[in-house]
């Protein structure tokens, strides 16, 4: 890991994840309940406002700078000179040390996605896509999934307790490096991606879990952050099988237990053998 060398004056302001509220059950009687935080954040970057994001309010800062990052509004982390976050009033106001460039032109064309806790995207979804390259030699043998697998399964998290949010990991193999929640995916994404910019951590051998679909969004966002490897344990759609072919992302979804399905980047997956005589 390298850090920045000019890293970011931020803000620590987490908000709480769960808040306990009453309900009934089925019988009348009254249960106290633990459920998700819900929150409006509005991001200003050099005092423009940019747009609002529905977020658990876990990492707005990260949030906040992985979202810059995966819409392709900033290149490098050293060109934030801070992040801060005000509940008061709802707002996370980024400062650069240069502007953003065209930012009307860059955030003119807006594409609704499927994404929840967000559902926009600025530009075009297949901008750059072709230039990017993952890295070749990174490999992922089958056991290490399942141990994978079985850390983010026995991962404490907030969807245990309250549910209605979706999860993602960053691991080095089997070993969670981050873990974010949020009420959307694209949030967690984002967050992650905010993480390693601030940590400078490199993604060439990295694997991404979600516990969300594996939209195109979703892979181009994995493919940004230089990860070969996206896996899931929801499914996938037409538009994000075809981009992870185009780029080589190693695809993994339906991946529960000992169970998953490999739909792309095979070259890359180191299957266990079978016993002698199977």
Same mark, same amino acid.
């Given at each position: 890991?390298?850090?920045?060398?000019?890293?970011?004056?931020?803000?620590?302001?987490?908000?709480?994840?769960?808040?306990?509220?009453?309900?009934?059950?089925?019988?009348?009687?009254?249960?106290?309940?633990?459920?998700?935080?819900?929150?409006? /954040?509005?991001?200003? $970057?050099?005092?423009? *406002?940019?747009?609002?994001?529905?977020?658990?309010?876990?990492?707005?800062? %990260? &949030? !906040?700078?992985?979202?810059?990052?995966?819409?392709?509004?900033?290149?490098?982390?050293?060109?934030?000179?801070?992040?801060?976050?005000?509940?008061?009033?709802?707002?996370?106001?980024?400062?650069?040390?240069?502007?953003?460039?065209?930012?009307?032109?860059?955030?003119?064309?807006?594409?609704?996605?499927?994404?929840?806790?967000?559902?926009?995207?600025?530009?075009?979804?297949?901008?750059?896509?072709?230039?990017?390259?993952?890295?070749?030699?990174?490999?992922?043998?089958?056991?290490?999934?399942?141990? /994978?697998?079985?850390? $983010?399964?026995?991962? *404490?998290?907030?969807?245990?307790?309250?549910?209605?949010?979706?999860?993602? %990991? &960053? !691991?080095?193999?089997?070993?969670?490096?981050?873990?974010?929640?949020?009420?959307?995916?694209?949030?967690?994404?984002?967050?992650?991606?905010?993480?390693?910019?601030?940590?400078?951590?490199?993604?060439?051998?990295?694997?991404?879990?979600?516990?969300?679909?594996?939209?195109?969004?979703?892979?181009?966002?994995?493919?940004?952050?230089?990860?070969?490897?996206?896996?899931?344990?929801?499914?996938?759609?037409?538009?994000?099988?075809?981009?992870?072919?185009?780029?080589?992302?190693?695809?993994?979804?339906?991946?529960?237990?000992?169970?998953?399905?490999?739909?792309?980047?095979?070259?890359?997956?180191?299957?266990?053998?079978?016993? %002698?005589? !199977?």
């Amino acid at each position: 890991m390298t850090a920045p060398a000019r890293r970011p004056r931020l803000t620590r302001a987490a908000r709480p994840a769960t808040f306990t509220v009453d309900a009934h059950d089925e019988s009348g009687a009254l249960v106290p309940t633990r459920i998700a935080g819900e929150h409006p /954040l509005t991001l200003y $970057v050099d005092k423009r *406002e940019v747009l609002t994001m529905m977020t658990l309010g876990a990492a707005p800062e %990260a &949030l !906040a700078i992985g979202f810059l990052r995966n819409q392709r509004l900033v290149q490098s982390i050293d060109e934030i000179v801070s992040v801060q976050v005000d509940w008061d009033v709802g707002a996370v106001a980024v400062t650069t040390r240069g502007g953003l460039a065209d930012l009307d032109a860059r955030t003119r064309k807006r594409t609704a996605t499927t994404g929840c806790g967000q559902g926009t995207v600025f530009g075009d979804l297949m901008e750059d896509i072709e230039s990017i390259r993952l890295p070749g030699g990174a490999s992922l043998d089958e056991e290490t999934l399942f141990a /994978l697998l079985n850390n $983010v399964r026995l991962h *404490e998290s907030i969807y245990k307790e309250a549910g209605a949010v979706h999860g993602c %990991a &960053l !691991a080095r193999g089997s070993e969670i490096l981050t873990f974010v929640e949020d009420v959307g995916r694209h949030n967690a994404v984002d967050a992650i991606a905010g993480w390693m910019w601030l940590e400078g951590v490199d993604g060439s051998d990295k694997v991404f879990y979600t516990t969300g679909r594996l939209t195109s969004e979703m892979v181009i966002k994995a493919a940004q952050m230089g990860i070969p490897f996206l896996v899931s344990r929801s499914g996938l759609t037409k538009m994000g099988h075809e981009i992870a072919r185009m780029v080589g992302i190693t695809l993994i979804g339906r991946a529960v237990n000992r169970r998953y399905l490999l739909f792309t980047g095979a070259e890359r997956f180191v299957r266990r053998e079978p016993p %002698a005589g !199977a």
